[in-house]
């Protein structure tokens, strides 16, 4: 699993008192625990972004050190960061979980019978090169990322290695790695380089509306006779963009809606509320601009 984003900070016009966006983020993780609290899995790994932010909220710390704590009793865990958590996670999730591993700087490590290439994020591909390679010296089972690889696609965006400083392509890869579990690409998918694969689980719970469509998912790998891997699709609060009022009635309750074009007005935001939908904040467009050319 990946890029959860805990601690996420948002409003949203006529949300009930007291609820947090942060409280979706941590339910998308926990459903995605799920298996691993029922003793359905050997291992869980999350390949970084656990927090939204780098210095995350007091209270998004303590409910992760909760979860993990909770999950450490139950199964080895391995977190890695992201981008988003740049100064690391030793100095907030700490290291004295039992059973959770806390992996900073990259590494190889040996867990739950498995060899591990643990890599966190890099902004050069070529120092990400050179830290995959003494990671996974020796050989490992799965190589973990949290990085942009050539070929990914975010919408209507291709990454491409050379092009984008950050971006990895078959060519930093090590070699012999076969299987590779990376972060930071949110719509989930999976790529093939060679015999390698390389899979995307994608975010837990969405995280800006661009998502708005995407299916939220874990990915879960069964290493038996056959080696194969399959998408778990994860409940997640509906989003929704709504261009013009004849929408209306399309609009679930609960579900978080952005309201464009012809749909932003203070009268259909009212009417979307009233049908039990939270509405992104959004602000006039600027009236003194409008008064000025009026002169
Ligand atoms: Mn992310």
């Not at 699993?1 to 942060?22: E, N, Q, Y």
């Not at 907030?92 to 190889?108: K, L, T």
Request: hydrophobic share 45%; charged share 25%.
């Amino acid at each position: 699993m990946t890029d959860t984003h805990l601690g996420v900070d948002r409003w949203f016009v006529g949300s009930p008192r007291g609820w947090r966006r942060a409280d979706d983020h941590l339910a998308s993780l926990r459903a995605a625990l799920a298996p691993a609290f029922a003793g359905e899995v050997n291992l869980v790994v999350h390949t970084g972004d656990l927090f939204d932010r780098s210095l995350p909220p007091a209270r998004a710390i303590e409910e992760a050190r909760v979860l993990l704590t909770e999950l450490g009793r139950c199964v080895p865990v391995v977190v890695m960061p992201g981008n988003h958590d740049r100064r690391g996670l030793l100095g907030s999730v700490g290291s004295g979980i039992s059973g959770v591993q806390v992996v900073d700087e990259a590494a190889r490590v040996e867990v739950a019978g498995l060899r591990l290439g643990v890599v966190p994020w890099l902004a050069l591909a070529a120092d990400w090169a050179s830290a995959a390679a003494r990671a996974c010296a020796g050989g490992v089972d799965f190589l973990l990322a949290h990085q942009a690889f050539d070929g990914c696609r975010v919408n209507r965006f291709t990454f491409r290695a050379g092009r984008h400083p950050d971006t990895v392509g078959p060519e930093h890869l090590p070699k012999g790695v076969t299987r590779v579990l990376s972060g930071h690409i949110h719509p989930r998918q999976s790529l093939r380089y060679g015999e390698a694969t390389v899979v995307f689980p994608g975010s837990s719970e969405r995280t800006s509306f661009t998502e708005a469509d995407e299916v939220k998912s874990t990915v879960t790998w069964e290493l038996d006779r056959e080696v194969r891997w399959v998408f778990t699709a994860l409940p997640v609060r509906p989003m929704q963009v709504v261009a013009h009022p004849s929408a209306l009635g399309t609009i679930q309750a609960d579900t978080l809606v952005r309201l464009t074009g012809a749909a932003r007005t203070r009268e259909f935001e009212r009417e979307v509320v009233r049908a039990g939908a939270w509405v992104e904040p959004w602000k006039e467009p600027d009236r003194q601009v409008a008064l000025f050319s009026m002169r």
